[in-house]
């Protein structure tokens, strides 16, 4: 694939990504320096995703502002796709979203679409991506929501509230509007055509606006939402993308639930952590020690680097520390992987504390089907 060429799509992820080009391509918009600045009047702080542009795109997200700067309320809304364990990636958009609940207390709805992903996944049975769906709502919950304004919807087990709203939306989509969109062929099943109607569903879950915070390759799902909305007589979705977050193998796609070797999850042990990042993560140093301490590394491309951008370290002085230590060649690549391992490895013996203890507190966060 040439070097500016990429796909982006719900399903495929493939090259290096240009954001700026993306955006032009999706039809978003930037994230602006005064919706940063609006955010954090509201909220008191501007959260480290947002100052780094790790949510660098949205639609409509300016109308949730202005709205709710007028005493109008909206509600969150993210998700899952169930075909493998949770890794750190998924968590990018859930974390970002518990941010943004307790700073403008509002609901939160988490779908788990159990039947897509038994849909496009050939190898996976139902009782796959059921048991997935339980795995990471404990993901989910481990991440300090609470059941009080925070619900999970599971597609198998909340049809019966899902589907009078999926089939509105449905009606006002054709086959055309889903080749277009996703590039469905004659051969696609019809659990996928379908399924876009019931991604939508939770959008409507509420009688006001919802926001999505959003891995942007879901984008086009919600862009047809978008153009349904207002034709059963919705407010339009707003959206807030995050970047794809890398794998173990560096720059190109996205961190994949099926690449054991090039993906962190959230169960992995301090050993495995160790072991992946020492082997597999992508490195942005030089060949040699002597080279490297001439040269310096590129952090731009190193994956150790970057998730302690994205995640990890959302301490900026610190992280421009680490980024002129490792560019000057003062740090090594080894020293860089070691700060990253000790970092996960904290975060992960916390989470999987919480998560154990969320076995216990699923059945408050099911939504109850009305």
């Not at 364990?85 to 207390?105: A, E, Y």
Request: charged residues 25%; hydrophobic residues 35%; contains cysteine.
């Amino acid at each position: 694939m040439p070097a500016d060429d990429f796909i982006v799509t719900p399903w495929n992820v493939e090259g290096d990504i240009d954001y700026d080009k993306l955006i032009k391509k999706f039809g978003t918009e930037k994230i602006s320096s005064d919706i940063l600045k609006r955010i954090k009047k509201i909220t008191g702080e501007d959260h480290f995703m947002l100052r780094r542009g790790i949510f660098f795109s949205h639609r409509e997200l300016d109308r949730i502002l202005n709205d709710y700067e007028k005493g109008i309320k909206f509600f969150l809304y993210t998700g899952r796709g169930p075909s493998g364990h949770t890794h750190i990636g998924h968590l990018v958009p859930w974390v970002f979203s518990k941010w943004l609940q307790d700073k403008f207390d509002v609901n939160m709805y988490f779908q788990l679409t159990d039947d897509e992903k038994f849909y496009s996944k050939q190898n996976l049975t139902l009782e796959d991506t059921s048991k997935f769906a339980y795995e990471n709502a404990l993901d989910f919950i481990a991440l300090g929501f609470k059941p009080n304004n925070t619900k999970i919807i599971i597609n198998t087990k909340n049809i019966q509230t899902l589907y009078p709203i999926a089939a509105q939306v449905a009606k006002k989509i054709n086959f055309s509007n889903t080749k277009a969109v996703f590039g469905f062929t004659n051969e696609t099943n019809i659990g996928m055509i379908f399924y876009t109607s019931l991604q939508s569903a939770p959008c409507f879950i509420e009688d006001k606006p919802v926001l999505i915070p959003l891995g942007v390759d879901q984008d086009p799902h919600f862009r047809l939402t978008r153009d349904i909305a207002p034709k059963i007589g919705k407010p339009k979705p707003a959206l807030i993308h995050n970047i794809m977050i890398p794998g173990l193998s560096g720059p190109g796609g996205k961190m994949s639930a099926s690449d054991e070797n090039g993906t962190i999850y959230t169960t992995d042990s301090p050993n495995t952590v160790k072991k992946k990042i020492n082997k597999h993560a992508f490195s942005g140093g030089q060949s040699d020690i002597e080279q490297h301490r001439k040269l310096g590394g590129n952090p731009d491309i190193d994956v150790s680097y970057q998730y302690l951008r994205i995640f990890f370290e959302p301490n900026d002085k610190k992280l421009k520390s680490i980024h002129d230590d490792y560019k000057s060649g003062k740090m090594l690549t080894g020293e860089l992987k070691a700060i990253l391992i000790e970092k996960i490895n904290e975060f992960l013996a916390i989470h999987q504390v919480k998560r154990e203890k969320a076995k216990d507190q699923l059945e408050q966060f099911l939504f109850e089907n009305k």
